[in-house]
């Protein structure tokens, strides 16, 4: 059983590295739930974890640098050691350089050889001496732009593409920083100043989100946020500003009756009860029944109760509750996530350029699944965590053009003071983590016309 910070963050990153379809968070969920470490110790390992990831571009490029036969001649193994030393040694200033290459000497001697301890030891030795080098005068603008800010060589050139250098510059830099925890009031309990006043004392800083009415931002909590009493009382859901919005643009009545088709675990469902103010009745759909059952005890800690679970596909069966249609519909759909890079950045290393054919493909066909749920003059609503044309404004005028008993709609019926910065000419709502705070997202809202 793992017993110190590096050694778990190894185990980790190397499970995380050997499963293509894991995700971060599954794999941590799995690993850190064995291990038995005081609070300091797996704080440590989660910082080495998510710095490792976020940082990997520039460690890799340094360690192919200082590697004689390059970094493609490494174990696997012995590359998640050195990435995890070099990260002390570069981004951690209160960690001692003895410790950090002590500890990675003897993590590869236990998981490859005595000789490997040796190379491990001369190779990080090289970067304590020369700690200016790599230079980076030789490279392209994109290839320097990738490096310095570990976004992969690729996705900088799309953005530049897109959007000029000096932008995609600003949204790499922005993607790679450290967000800060923002939550979403429970208003069926408590309201945002009550909320406020119990969560001061135990964070850092703290300040309610500009845009969405119910939002708190804080930073460095005291204690882990499941160990809180504001949470254990159901007073909060973890949830960034920009996915706050979109229950506000679906906007349900209370009384009405709602579909959340790719539910997951429960965040903008608990939003839409909250809108609906417990009343009515919302379906919580997801293609995972293991999602639906962490839903489930979610709504109950929120103290919600007019939500039932349905574990469906909708691009494969029609089920017998969609009834007369909904009020309102929400396809929160699966896409490559890379809006939220800067919370996940696990993600900028397993997606790859031809996976977004791929989820437009899904996009659509869940899109067009879920506009055969709503009711004439009923809402849909698409959103996705992107900001990548392909899966959001693509998606949007692809379906349009097929369904034309739908039409797009103003965002909001009352627009949340300061939202008019992310409304589009075209009447989407679009945030970017450079311009407006926030993660990267997207959402569109549409009407079915009445028969």
């Known amino acids: 059983m793992t017993q110190d910070a590096r050694s778990l963050a190894f185990e980790i990153l190397t499970t995380f590295d050997k499963n293509a379809e894991a995700t971060l968070d599954a794999v941590m969920d799995r690993i850190t739930g064995k291990a038995e470490l005081d609070r300091r110790e797996m704080g440590l390992a989660n910082a080495l974890v998510y710095g490792v990831l976020r940082h990997r571009g520039q460690l890799d490029y340094t360690i192919d640098h200082f590697a004689a036969k390059g970094i493609a001649k490494i174990d696997k193994k012995l590359l998640t050691i050195l990435r995890i030393a070099l990260f002390q040694l570069r981004f951690m200033d209160r960690i001692p350089e003895s410790a950090a290459v002590n500890t990675a000497v003897e993590l590869a001697k236990v998981h490859a050889s005595e000789k490997s301890g040796g190379f491990v030891n001369a190779l990080l030795r090289n970067c304590l001496r020369e700690p200016d080098q790599p230079s980076l005068d030789d490279l392209s603008p994109e290839k320097k732009l990738a490096v310095t800010t570990s976004m992969p060589v690729w996705l900088v050139e799309k953005w530049i593409e897109r959007m000029g250098h000096e932008e995609t510059a600003a949204l790499c830099r922005a993607s790679n920083e450290i967000a800060p925890i923002t939550v979403r009031t429970n208003s069926l309990k408590t309201t945002r100043e009550e909320l406020f006043e119990r969560l001061a004392p135990q964070v850092e800083t703290l300040s309610p989100t500009p845009v969405s009415p119910l939002g708190l931002s804080f930073t460095s909590p005291k204690a882990p946020i499941f160990e809180m ?34 539910a997951g675990v429960g965040g903008k469902s608990g939003h839409l009860a909250q809108v609906m103010e417990n009343q009515g009745e919302l379906v919580s759909m997801d293609v995972e029944a293991y999602k639906l059952q962490s839903l489930a005890r979610e709504m109950k800690r929120l103290g919600i109760t007019n939500i039932t679970t349905h574990a469906c596909d909708l691009t494969r069966e029609s089920p017998d509750l969609i009834g007369d249609g909904f009020d309102a519909v929400l396809v929160d759909a699966p896409c490559s996530g890379l809006g939220v890079i800067r919370r996940n950045p696990d993600t900028k290393w397993k997606y790859f350029k031809r996976n977004a054919t791929r989820h437009a493909k899904k996009q659509k066909a869940i899109l067009s699944a879920a506009a055969r749920c709503v009711r004439p003059g009923g809402t849909l609503v698409y959103a996705v965590c992107s900001m990548e044309p392909e899966e959001n404004g693509t998606v949007v005028e692809a379906f349009l053009e097929k369904h034309t008993d739908f039409r797009m709609m103003k965002p909001f019926d009352t627009v949340p003071q300061g939202a008019e910065a992310f409304i589009t000419s075209e009447g989407y709502v679009a945030t970017l983590p450079h311009k407006n705070g926030m993660d990267g997202f997207f959402a569109a809202r549409m009407v079915r016309k009445e028969k």
């Open 229 to 262: 009493d504001a949470f254990k009382e159901g007073l909060f859901q973890v949830q960034d500003e920009a996915a706050q919005l979109i229950a506000l643009m679906v906007n349900p009545k209370p009384g009405s009756r709602v579909l959340d088709v790719c």
